[in-house]
Each structure stands twice: as C-alpha cells, then as structure tokens.
C-alpha cells in the first residue's frame, strides 16, 4: 500500500510495509531546475541552465530564437555574459567553466584548475578577466583567469567554506566575494590581500552587488535579509527583511534605484533602494526564486525558478511577458505595495 505526497516541496512516495514507513524521492520537477539566468548586454537574448546540465539560450521577446549548448556533466550553476556580449560563461557542478560564442552558439574553450564545484563567476568590467568561486567544504577559493585566453592568473584562498558569490567593483581593481562561512570580504584583484571583511549575516552569503556609485555593498543570504552594506565605514547602513526564505539571488537596475530579489519563498521583490522599501511582490512562480537578472534597458526582470521556467517581467506593470518552459504554468498573482 502507498501514497504519493508532497514534503518540503518535494514529491516523496511513501510506501508501507507493515510497521516500516519507506520514502522514495522522485525527482519529477527537480530534473529541469533553472538555477541561473542571464540578460546578453543588448538586451536581446536571455540565457539560462540548470539541473538538466545544459545551457540555452533564447529571444529576449519573441520565440523565433532558440540554441542550446551542451558540454556541462553537472548542474549549471551560474551565468554571466562578458560586456560586449560576444561570450558566455558557464559555471557548473562538474567544477569547469566553459566560455561559448554567443554569435555561433559554439564552444571556446574550457577553463578547469579551479577549487571544486563553481558556485559563480563575474567578469570584469573591461571584460578581461574572469572571476569564479567555489571550493571544497572547508575551502573557499577565488580564481582569476585571463577571460581571452583561458589561461589562469591566479588564485586566493579567501574564505573557510565555499565561495558563493563574486562581483568586481566599478573599476575592476577589487572584488567582493560572499561565502558559506556568512561574511563578506573585498579583496585586491591582482595580489588577493584582504581589504575589508563584513560580519553580520547569520547564513551562507548567496549573492552580492555593488551599487553604481561604488559606496555600497549588497548581499542576500539564507538568513532571509538583504543587507546593504557602508563601504567605507565597514558596517551595515540597512538590512531589508520580508523574505519568509532563503535570498537566493539578486540584481540592481540600470539606474541602481531598484533592487530585485528571488527567493525559496518562491517571490520576487522589488526594494526602492533609498527609502529601503518593498515596493512589488510578484508571485506565481511554483518552486523557489533561484536567479533574477534585470534587463539593460531596467525596463524587464527575468527569473528562473526551481518549477522549470524562466519568466520575463514587465518591471512597471508587474506583468509577465513571457513565459519559457513548462507548458502551463500556474496563475500569477501580482501585488503593487504602496
């Protein structure tokens, strides 16, 4: 005798054999989890991939552009276009970067010699260098490449667990980095030495932003917040609550006026980034918020989710525009908070 049920967001079927009660997991909706997406710098394409370990790529608008690339062995795991949009690089658990060429949807090369799963990768703002973050349980390892070439700089020993998020600053010399170990650092590009160090977050750090002007740190974390961070003066200027889960990801508007956040919750926020306010909360989504990337132009928000799709939002209706995936998905519930 059985019953299928649902734990956790996941589907278990549950089998009783006299008093033993047995749980098998399925893993129906886990097969094609989008962890990570990626607005191309015209604003014209989006990318994406996730647990089905391949990396696609489609029209921003409309459904007459489609590629998918294959190589990962693993989970993709992080996205990132260079500045110019002729590359992409992909992050996975297979612990390789690979770089592809956006105008043929065909391999580069392949970027291994890393510290163990990538958890996520940035270029710099001239588009010179790569950096990614990863590392082994006990380990948190930040590498730099040579984007062009494929050959590896150097790397740093950073943090005491997994590197999670990595982003260069407005001028390329320094780079914040967030880690499971819960704190946040900055750290020098060329020699690696340790600059400043953030406390204050009570779960691993999940994603980090500069703000535009260079004078703020962003972070979001499994604690459920979103801190912003006083350079300067290494402390936290205000910490953002309403998540009821983890903030897995985050991305700021051309403008740097609004903030997006996706969560486990399985929401987007919008924050008015001055006031510190919630200012939208979009549901519909049916699994958890892994990735959020805002268009160029700060016009559209895409999110990808553990459910299987990418949504494109319109940021100033709240509407969605298109939807990629699952055939079908849910309802969408939209909120404007005044």
Excluded at 88 to 101: E, I
Aim: charged content about 25%; some cysteine.
């Amino acid at each position: 005798m059985g019953l299928l049920m649902r734990v956790d967001g996941v589907m278990k079927s549950v089998i009783k054999w006299g008093v033993a009660i047995v749980m098998l997991c399925l893993s129906v909706a886990h097969a094609e989890m989008v962890e990570a997406v990626a607005y191309a710098p015209n604003g014209k394409r989006i990318a994406y991939g996730g647990e089905d370990k391949l990396v696609r790529i489609v029209g921003a608008s409309k459904n007459n552009f489609r590629r998918t690339l294959r190589g990962h062995t693993g989970t993709v795991t992080c996205l990132a276009f260079s500045p110019d949009g002729r590359t992409l690089a992909s992050g996975s658990a297979d612990k390789l970067v690979r770089l592809w060429d956006v105008s043929t949807s065909k391999w580069k090369r392949t970027l291994s010699g890393g510290a163990g799963e990538v958890k996520s990768l940035a270029f710099s703002p001239d588009g010179k260098l790569l950096a990614t973050g990863g590392g082994d349980w006990n380990d948190g390892v930040v590498t730099i490449w040579d984007a062009r070439k494929g050959r590896k700089l150097r790397s740093f020993r950073v943090h005491t667990k997994p590197v999670r998020a990595v982003v260069f600053s407005q001028n390329g010399k320094t780079m914040a980095t967030g880690s499971a170990d819960k704190s946040v650092k900055i750290i020098d590009v060329t020699t690696g030495e340790l600059l400043k160090t953030f406390n204050g977050h009570a779960g691993v750090v999940t994603s980090l932003l500069f703000s535009r002007d260079g004078a703020m740190l962003i972070s979001g974390s499994t604690d459920n917040t979103i801190k912003l961070w006083d350079i300067a003066n290494v402390k936290v200027w205000r910490t953002l609550y309403g998540h009821t889960s983890w903030v897995e990801s985050l991305s700021l508007s051309r403008d740097g006026r609004v903030l997006a956040s996706g969560s486990r919750d399985k929401s987007v926020k919008l924050w008015d980034i001055d006031q510190g306010k919630e200012t939208s909360h979009w549901g519909g989504h049916s699994w958890g918020v892994a990735a959020v990337a805002f268009s160029p132009d700060g016009k559209a928000l895409v999110s990808g989710s553990g459910d299987s799709t990418v949504r494109v939002w319109d940021v100033r209706t709240g509407k969605v525009i298109r939807t990629i995936g699952r055939n079908n998905p849910r309802p969408l519930a939209v909120s404007k908070l005044k």
